[in-house]
């Protein structure tokens, strides 16, 4: 299970449209299935970012990597589909035109574990349709998150 506290529509990469309200990012993991061993075990996973302002929030689900560079720093990385619910014709006040409801979902974190079961990680998440709509304006937000493995 995954908690955090992240910069919507960060400045980091571009200059914020939307508002600069920060966003709550929750997410869930399950055990990897047998059938994925394959695709080095990648766990399944949903979640959700909801900004406590007027931005995009969004839902998500996917499939998640972690890696370990030692036995207490490793990476992550994600990959599923998104649904928000920001603009989808033309940009409004409070939105990015986001093209399409359906999006491509990505991010990557690098991580310490505290210990088997406490961590907390730098995380950046990419929300955008990749080009399949005719508008694609992403959402990428940054943050810190804390993990707790059960």
Avoid at 22 to 35: G, L, Q, Y
Avoid at 42 to 69: H, K, M, Q
Avoid at 80 to 86: E, P
Avoid at 87 to 108: L, M, Y
Wanted: glycine share 12%.
């Amino acid at each position: 299970m995954r908690i955090g506290v992240m910069d919507h529509d960060s400045s980091i990469f571009h200059n914020t449209y939307e508002t600069t309200d920060p966003d709550i990012n929750f997410e869930v993991r399950f055990a990897s299935p047998e059938f994925l061993s394959w695709a080095f075990a990648p766990r399944p996973l949903i979640g959700g970012t909801v900004n406590t302002g007027d931005g995009t929030s969004f839902g998500y689900a996917g499939l998640g990597w972690t890696f370990d560079l030692t036995d207490a720093f490793f990476i992550d990385l994600t990959f599923g589909g998104a649904v928000h619910d920001g603009s989808t014709n033309g940009k409004t006040a409070t939105s990015k035109d986001f093209g399409c409801r359906a999006q491509f979902h990505e991010s990557a974190s690098v991580g310490y574990r505290f210990d088997k079961s406490n961590a907390v990680m730098l995380s950046v998440e990419h929300m955008s349709n990749g080009s399949l709509c005719t508008r694609n304006e992403g959402l990428t937000n940054t943050g810190i998150r804390y993990a707790y493995t059960f």
